[in-house]
C-alpha cells in the first residue's frame, strides 16, 4: 500500500496540499465574485437609505411613509451584512488553508531540493573516492617497490657489488621516496574517511 510522500502511513485522513489548493481554488473564486456583489448590493441599499431621508427632507414622503420604506431598506441591509460575515468569515478558513498547504507544499519542495542535493554529493563522493582509492593502490603498490628495491640494494651491499658510498645514496632516495608517500597517504586516507561519511549519510 502506497501513501504520500511525506505522509505518516497511520494518518488516514492526509490531503495532498496540491489536492487542498486545487479543491478550494474554485470555491474561492466563486465566493469571491460574490463578496463583490455583496459589496455592491450593499452600497445600493445604503444609497437608498440616503435617498429616502432626502426625500424626507424635500416633503416628497410623509414621515410614516419614511419610516416604513427605512424599516424595510434596512431589514435588506442586515440581510446583506450578515450575508457578507459569513462570506468573509468563510473566505478567511479558505485563505488559512490555503496558506496552510501552501506552507507544506514550500517544505515538501525544500525537502525534496535537500535529499537530491545529499543524493548528488553522495554521487560525487563515490565517484571522488573510487578515483582516490585507484591512487591509494598504486601509491601502495610504488611503497612495495621501494622496499624491494631497498632489500635488493641491501643484498648487493652484503655481496660487494656496489660501494657502501653508493648504497648510502640509494638509501637516502628511498628514505626520501617512502617519506614523501607516507604523506600523500596519509592524505588520501583522511580525504577517504571523509568521503565514506558522506556516502554513509
Do not use: C
Amino acid at each position: 500500500m502506497s501513501h504520500h510522500e511525506g505522509a505518516p502511513p497511520e494518518d488516514v485522513y492526509y490531503i495532498d496540499p496540491k489536492e487542498v489548493l486545487s479543491q478550494y481554488s474554485v470555491e474561492w473564486i466563486s465566493l469571491r465574485k460574490s463578496y463583490d456583489e455583496i459589496k455592491k448590493q450593499l452600497m445600493e441599499v445604503q444609497a437608498e437609505l440616503s435617498h429616502l431621508d432626502r426625500r424626507l427632507e424635500n416633503g416628497e414622503i410623509t414621515d410614516q411613509e419614511h419610516i416604513v420604506l427605512y424599516r424595510e431598506k434596512w431589514s435588506e441591509s442586515t440581510q446583506i451584512v450578515q450575508v457578507k460575515r459569513e462570506v468573509e468569515s468563510r473566505l478567511y478558513e479558505i485563505q488559512k488553508e490555503i496558506r496552510a498547504a501552501n506552507r507544506q507544499l514550500k517544505q515538501a519542495e525544500e525537502e525534496r531540493r535537500r535529499r537530491e542535493r545529499i543524493e548528488e554529493e553522495k554521487s560525487h563522493a563515490m565517484i571522488e573516492w573510487m578515483s582516490l582509492k585507484q591512487g591509494f593502490d598504486l601509491v601502495t603498490a610504488r611503497r612495495n617497490e621501494i622496499n624491494a628495491e631497498s632489500d635488493q640494494l641491501e643484498l648487493q651491499r652484503r655481496s660487494g657489488k656496489i660501494s657502501e658510498e653508493k648504497y648510502r645514496e640509494s638509501r637516502i632516495v628511498h628514505i626520501r621516496q617512502l617519506a614523501e608517500l607516507s604523506t600523500v597517504e596519509s592524505d588520501v586516507k583522511r580525504r577517504l574517511a571523509e568521503l565514506l561519511e558522506i556516502i554513509r549519510r
